[in-house]
C-alpha cells in the first residue's frame, strides 16, 4: 500500500530536549515536505526537499532541521524545542507527473506538545 | 505577497443542500490550484488539481472551477459523509516545484 508514515504520533517533551520525528515514503517520489498545522493559520511549509541532499526552507524553518540522505526518508529535527513548536506536524510526498501535477500525499500527522 | 484565502470558515448544510466554497488567491503567476480535504485527526487527502482558467474537474458530488482570481468547490447534494475541513492550496511562478501556500480552510458539516 502506497503511504507515507510518521513516527511517533503523539510527542510530549520538555523545552530544550532535542527530538526528531521521521517521515518515510514507499512512493519513491523524489519531492518531500514537511508543515506544522495550527489553528487559525492552516498548513505551514517548514522545509521542503526536491531530492537526496537537495532541501530548501519553506515559510517558516526557524527553529527546524531536515535532511534527506535517503530518497524515502525525511526526518525533521527540533534540536531545542519550544513552547511555540507545540503542534501538528504533517509530512507530505508529492507526486511529480507531467506537465505540472505535484498531488501532495500527507502522512497522518505527529501532534507535539512542548512544556 | 503570495496569499491565499477560504470562505467560508464553517458551513452548515442540510443534507441535499448544494452549495460553494470559495479559494481567492494572489499570486504573483499561478502554476497551480489543488483542493483537499481533511477528515478530523488525519492528514489531508487530495482531490483536484486546475491550472489555467476556465478548467473545471468532477469527482462524485464535487466540482471544481478556475478563475483567474479565485476558485470555487461546488458540492451538490451533499451527504452527511462530505463533513470534512476542505483545503485549498497554491503553487506560485516562479516555483521549484515543491513549495505550497495552504489557505486556512472551510470546515463543512452536513447534517442528516
Known amino acids: 500500500e502506497a503511504q507515507v508514515t510518521q513516527n511517533p504520533r503523539y510527542l510530549i517533551t520538555v523545552t530544550g530536549k532535542k527530538l526528531t520525528v521521521t517521515c518515510s515514503q514507499n512512493?519513491?517520489?523524489?519531492?518531500m515536505s514537511w508543515y506544522r498545522q495550527d489553528p487559525g493559520l492552516g498548513l505551514r511549509q517548514i522545509y521542503y526537499?526536491?531530492?537526496?541532499?537537495?532541501?530548501d526552507k519553506g515559510d517558516v524553518p526557524e527553529g527546524y532541521k531536515v535532511s534527506r540522505k535517503e530518497k524515502r526518508n525525511f526526518p525533521l529535527i527540533l534540536e531545542s524545542p519550544s513552547p511555540n513548536q507545540t503542534s501538528l506536524y504533517f509530512c507530505?510526498?508529492?507526486?511529480?507527473?507531467?506537465?505540472?501535477?505535484?498531488?501532495?500525499?500527507f502522512g497522518p500527522g505527529t501532534r507535539l506538545t512542548v512544556t | 505577497e503570495d496569499q491565499v484565502t477560504q470562505s467560508p470558515e464553517a458551513l452548515r448544510l442540510q443534507e441535499g443542500e448544494s452549495s460553494s466554497l470559495n479559494c481567492s488567491y494572489t499570486?504573483?503567476?499561478?502554476?497551480?490550484l489543488f483542493w483537499y480535504r481533511q477528515d478530523p485527526g488525519k492528514g489531508p487527502e487530495f482531490l483536484f488539481t486546475?491550472?489555467?482558467a476556465g478548467e473545471e474537474k468532477e469527482k462524485e458530488r464535487l466540482k471544481a472551477t478556475l478563475t483567474k482570481k479565485e476558485s470555487f468547490l461546488h458540492i451538490t447534494a451533499p451527504k452527511p459523509e462530505d463533513s470534512a475541513t476542505y483545503l485549498c492550496?497554491?503553487?506560485?511562478?516562479?516555483?521549484?516545484?515543491?513549495?505550497?501556500?495552504f489557505g486556512t480552510g472551510t470546515s463543512l458539516t452536513v447534517i442528516p
Open positions: 492550496a497554491v503553487q506560485a511562478v516562479p516555483n521549484t516545484g515543491n513549495q505550497f501556500y
Open positions: 526537499s526536491m531530492n537526496v541532499e537537495v532541501t
Open positions: 512512493m519513491n517520489h523524489e519531492y
Open positions: 507530505a510526498s508529492t507526486l511529480k507527473g507531467p506537465p505540472f501535477s505535484y498531488e501532495q500525499y
Open positions: 486546475l491550472y489555467s
Open positions: 499570486v504573483s503567476g499561478l502554476r497551480g
